[in-house]
C-alpha cells in the first residue's frame, strides 16, 4: 500500500442515510476506496457515534427522519467543528443542498453521483491530494 492508502486507512468516514440499500452501497464504495468506513441510518444514530469515535468526514443525506442532515450539520459545526462535511441528497430541492452549505457543510452532491466525484471531493476536503 502506498502513503495514500497508509493515510486513508486512517481516516473514519461516516456515512448517514436512511436508504439502507444506498448507504450500503456508499460503503462498499468507501471501503474498496480504503477509508475506514463507518454508517447510520439515521441523524440521530449518526451523531451518538460521533460522539463515541473519532470522525474525519461525515455524508449526510438532507432529507432523513428524526434528525434530519441540516440538523446534523449545525450539531457538528458546534460541538466537532473539524470534522468535513459533504451533505448529499437525491430527492429534495437544490435549495436545502444550498442551505445546507449555508449552514457549514463543506460540500454537497446531488443523488445519484459517480465514486469520482465524491472521491474527487474526499480527497481535496481531506488534504489527500498533497500526497
Do not use: C, W
Not at 56 to 66: R, S, W
Amino acid at each position: 500500500m502506498d502513503d495514500t492508502g497508509d493515510k486513508k486507512a486512517q481516516l473514519k468516514v461516516l456515512i448517514i442515510d436512511d436508504d439502507e440499500g444506498f448507504r450500503t452501497m456508499m460503503e462498499e464504495m468507501l471501503l474498496a476506496e480504503g477509508y475506514d468506513v463507518y454508517s447510520a441510518e439515521n441523524g440521530r444514530y449518526g451523531l451518538d457515534l460521533v460522539n463515541e469515535i473519532t470522525i474525519d468526514l461525515v455524508i449526510t443525506d438532507i432529507a432523513m427522519p428524526l434528525v434530519n442532515g441540516i440538523e446534523v450539520t449545525l450539531e457538528l459545526i458546534k460541538h466537532h467543528p473539524k470534522i468535513k462535511i459533504i451533505a448529499i441528497s437525491g430527492d429534495t430541492p437544490d435549495f436545502y443542498l444550498t442551505s445546507a452549505i449555508t449552514f457549514g457543510a463543506h460540500d454537497s452532491l446531488r443523488k445519484p453521483f459517480a465514486l469520482k466525484e465524491l472521491s474527487t471531493k474526499i480527497r481535496r476536503l481531506l488534504n489527500l491530494n498533497e500526497i
